[in-house]
């Protein structure tokens, strides 16, 4: 059974930092990109940072220099440090797995971040 369940989401204030962990299992974790999406009220659902199995990361525009991805193939775990939030970073954010050749995809069921003074 697949499962990829995030922790570490909640309320932060702007300049703060929180810390998102996604643990997967039931599948290859190693040989699967890794990603993290996040979806505000409203708005659709965007992808903020991607590691491939060979730690190649992408991040969107908005928060490159603030968000670092990372994986820990060893503990089926993927990272996404958040740093200097800001109150447009809230948004439901969700741990995402897919294997390129594939397409083989799935999803968690998301945390929410909120960030406000």
């Known amino acids: 059974q697949v499962q990829l369940v995030e922790s570490g989401g909640g309320l932060v204030q702007p300049g703060g930092s929180l810390r998102l962990s996604c643990a997967a299992s039931?599948?290859?974790?190693?040989?699967?990109?890794m990603a993290w999406y996040r979806q505000a009220p409203g708005k659709q659902r965007e992808l903020v940072a991607s590691?491939?199995?060979?730690?190649?990361?992408n991040y969107a525009d908005s928060v490159n220099g603030r968000f670092t991805i990372s994986r820990d193939n060893a503990k089926h775990t993927v990272y996404l440090q958040m740093n200097n939030l800001k109150p447009e970073d809230t948004a439901v954010y969700y741990c995402?797995?897919?294997?390129?050749?594939?397409?083989?995809?799935?999803w968690g069921q998301g945390t929410q971040v909120t960030v406000s003074s």
């Open positions: 995402n797995a897919k294997r390129p050749l594939t397409g083989e995809e799935y």
């Open positions: 039931g599948f290859r974790f190693s040989i699967h990109t």
């Open positions: 590691i491939t199995e060979i730690q190649r990361t």
